[in-house]
């Protein structure tokens, strides 16, 4: 589903990322891990199309999209969840998700303006997709909630349900535990199992090696920007190059 072929990007000459290659099959949770400035928020950013690559290649379900902008990545089937996104304050949980939604109907702005038949066809429709996506990450009881009122496990999965409404065929988590208490983060790891178990490719950046070695069927390290390790999870973690790696940034 995706591939990257020696993607390199450095910042006032310092590599970020190096000759970095690596796949995700459809339908695998690939992990990336690695020690601070290890280089997985480059390559995330590098993935989606907010930063560019110096060299190398990235396709995405066949097509070549290292040269596109994010927008037309994700209209290809990416969605990102990102570590720091906000809820829209002074809305419901509900309208959050639809916000993400308008974009996809066509009847666009003027039958908007003029409630036109078509309009609130489309925001009936809207309204479903909405409360489907809301069902699926377990925040059907939430809807009508104002949004900045949910504790942050659930604005997290409030995230997730907005991704989830644009059909990824990849999902892209940013650190997604991240800020999470321990139930918060048990909630957010069956969640993600759950979406794995229906069968979406997911990509993962994660400190927290437990989480991510639990969810992931392969974890791909990195470390001063480049791969070190990458292989199914007990394996990697027992990698001495992975514990040095590790260790050596503890110290
Ligand atoms: N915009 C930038 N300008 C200059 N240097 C950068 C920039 N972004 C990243 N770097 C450098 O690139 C290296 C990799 O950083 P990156 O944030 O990708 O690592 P990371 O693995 O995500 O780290 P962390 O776990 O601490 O978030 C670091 O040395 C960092 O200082």
């Not at 928020?41 to 396709?59: C, K, P, Q, V, W």
């Not at 800020?179 to 229906?198: D, S, T």
Request: glycine share 10%; net charge positive; with cysteine.
């Amino acid at each position: 589903m995706l591939a990257i072929t020696g993607v390199s990007r450095s910042f006032g000459g310092v590599y970020a990322v190096r000759d970095v290659s690596l796949t995700v099959a459809d339908g695998e949770v690939c992990g990336i891990i690695g020690p601070n400035g290890a280089g997985k928020s480059t390559l995330f950013n590098l993935i989606t199309g907010h930063l560019a690559a110096d060299r190398g290649e990235i396709s995405f379900l066949g097509h070549r999209v290292d040269r596109l902008p994010p927008h037309r990545r994700a209209r290809l089937g990416m969605s990102i969840v990102f570590q720091a996104a906000r809820v829209f304050r002074g809305m419901t949980v509900r309208e959050n998700v639809m916000v993400g939604l308008h974009g996809r109907t066509g009847a666009g702005f003027v039958s908007a303006a003029l409630r036109l038949p078509r309009h609130r066809r489309d925001e009936r429709l809207i309204a479903a997709e909405a409360s489907s996506a809301l069902e699926r990450v377990g925040l059907a009881d939430w809807a009508s909630r104002p949004a900045d009122r949910l504790p942050i496990g659930q604005q997290r999965a409030l995230q997730l349900a907005r991704a989830l409404c644009a059909r990824p065929r990849l999902l892209l988590l940013d650190e997604p535990a991240s800020g999470l208490r321990g139930e918060e983060r048990e909630r957010l790891a069956v969640l993600v199992e759950e979406l794995r178990a229906g069968g979406l490719t997911i990509l993962l950046i994660e400190h927290d090696v437990a989480f991510v070695t639990r969810l992931a069927d392969r974890l791909v390290v990195l470390d001063l920007g480049q791969v070190i390790a990458d292989g199914p999870p007990a394996e990697v973690r027992a990698d001495p190059l992975v514990l040095a790696a590790y260790l050596g940034h503890a110290s």
